[in-house]
């Protein structure tokens, strides 16, 4: 691949970025005088910034390049669909061929009765369509007072009104006057950070019961659905104890509320499944999906919707739409993309050849002085760093102050490498192959042990 050469000196477009580019999730002052990565070409799971660094993107983007990058094919259909029809909207009784053939293909993937596609251009747009599609519905049937969202503490659901409300990430809900009303939170099973003395199974079931005590408490002709990530993704991939989905089940199906299975990171075979829902063995009433959908080649995203719920709802007006609902180069893009992951079973490849491996080199990094657990499942993984694994105690700093540090080492060494407080997280491309495993593990260890030298050189590891 030809590096592309034609682009401004760094320093240049570094300053133009600060002067003029406003980044999401960023205070964006600390970086006035280094200025942003400027990152100019990918190609499989491997980046290259301006400067010619080559790095090794474990976080597949942000957790939705699940074919990896510089897929020609995607590509090309793109081009030919804007060509012949770069957009027509699907408002008014109109429809076109790409939005039509993605629906249908999602129907046949998605599980159970899961048959109906409303789209959006993103995860956070699909869980506003969520929560004005469910309310309506309730008030369809005559319940208009089922209107209560139970969503969970540390959750992360998009970053619009309703998204960020959905979520639960306490600094998200301080700005812009969230959560909106009728959205109640409950714990999250993270038996790491929360579990205290009880097993993870027994905690597992403990947090899964306060969906109960909560339905209970506000009533259930007050509660419309119960909405939760299968594995929470940017809470810092946090895997749930095996007792926690089937109790939730059970909840959801005693009380007459909707589940709705957020998807946007576990769907499309991140976990080793079509979607994280068949991993955790739930049956959602709604999918919210984007991300792994395009493979982040273009922007959509959507709800994938049960026969009941859409049945009701189509019985009536639903006044909701975006312009690019349903965008048909964004559909041709997504469908080419299904087409590669099922053609090239790579679904297959990650459940019984690269996550295994993944998992044993993974789970391995808990010997490492610096790490407590190691938890994977599929192709998304976490560790937590702490000073003392038996008693599971944090850094005497902020929490997070350990983690940047080891992210900063991670970019050092060429490799994307988030952390979440102080838990680092990974979520590569699927299309990972063994080779490129070891490099993760080889750089994540280095950056594991210059971490683990500078906290006990600033007298932070005690
Ligand atoms: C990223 C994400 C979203 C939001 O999707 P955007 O496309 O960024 O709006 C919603 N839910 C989950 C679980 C996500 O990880």
Redesign the pocket.
């Known amino acids: 691949m030809n590096a592309i050469t034609n682009h401004l000196p760094t320093a240049e477009l570094q300053a133009l970025d600060v002067a003029h580019h406003m980044h999401p999730f960023s205070t964006q002052n600390d970086f006035n005088d280094t200025g942003a990565r400027v990152i100019t070409q990918a190609k499989g799971v491997t980046l290259t910034d301006s400067e010619g660094a080559q790095i090794l993107d474990a976080m597949a983007g942000?957790?939705c390049v699940n074919i990896g990058y510089g897929r020609e094919e995607l590509a090309d259909v793109a081009a030919r669909q804007m060509r012949e029809l770069p957009y027509y909207n699907t408002f008014f009784k109109t429809t076109h061929v790409p939005v039509i053939a993605l629906s249908a293909k999602l129907a046949e993937l998605a599980p159970g009765d899961l048959n109906h596609v409303f789209y959006a251009g993103?995860?956070?747009?699909?869980?506003d369509t969520n929560m004005r599609l469910v309310r309506h519905y309730w008030s369809a049937k005559g319940k208009p007072s089922k209107t209560i969202f139970i969503s969970r503490k540390n959750?992360?659901?998009?970053?619009?009104m309703a998204?960020a409300s959905l979520?639960g990430m306490v600094p998200m809900h301080q700005q812009g006057s969230l959560p909106i009303p009728d959205v109640h939170h409950i714990n999250q099973p993270n038996w790491w950070a929360e579990g205290g003395d009880m097993s993870p199974e027994e905690f597992g079931l403990q947090r899964a019961q306060e969906l109960e005590e909560a339905i209970l408490e506000l009533g259930e002709d007050r509660v419309a659905a119960f909405i939760a990530?299968p594995i929470q993704?940017?809470g810092g991939v946090i895997v749930p104890p095996e007792t926690y989905w089937p109790e939730i089940q059970r909840i959801c199906d005693k009380y007459e509320i909707l589940l709705i299975a957020?998807?946007?990171?576990?769907g499309f075979g991140r976990t080793g499944n079509w979607f994280g829902s068949q991993t955790v063995g739930i049956k959602p009433h709604i999918m919210?999906i984007?991300?792994g959908l395009s493979s982040g080649y273009a922007?959509i995203?959507g709800s994938i919707v049960c026969d009941e719920v859409a049945e009701v709802v189509a019985a009536t007006e639903f006044n909701h739409g975006y312009t690019y609902s349903g965008h048909p180069v964004a559909c041709a893009v997504a469908l080419e993309n299904l087409r590669i992951i099922e053609e090239e079973n790579i679904i297959g490849h990650v459940r019984d050849d690269v996550a295994p491996y993944l998992k044993e080199k993974w789970e391995a990094l808990a010997d490492h002085p610096l790490v407590g657990e190691a938890k994977i499942v599929g192709m998304m993984g976490s560790i937590a760093l702490t000073p003392n694994k038996e008693t599971r105690a944090p850094f005497a700093a902020d929490t997070g102050t350990v983690g940047y540090k080891c992210r900063e080492h991670c970019f050092g060494n060429n490799l994307v490498m988030r952390h979440v407080g102080d838990r680092m997280i990974i979520s590569p491309p699927l299309v990972m192959t063994r080779d490129e495993v070891d490099t993760l593990i080889e750089r994540a260890t280095r950056a594991l042990d210059l971490t683990f030298e500078q906290i006990k050189a600033e007298d932070l590891y005690k």
């Open positions: 942000l957790w993103s995860g956070s747009e699909a869980n959750a992360y659901h998009g970053s619009t998204g979520g990530e993704g940017a957020d998807e946007v990171i576990c919210s984007a991300k922007p995203g």
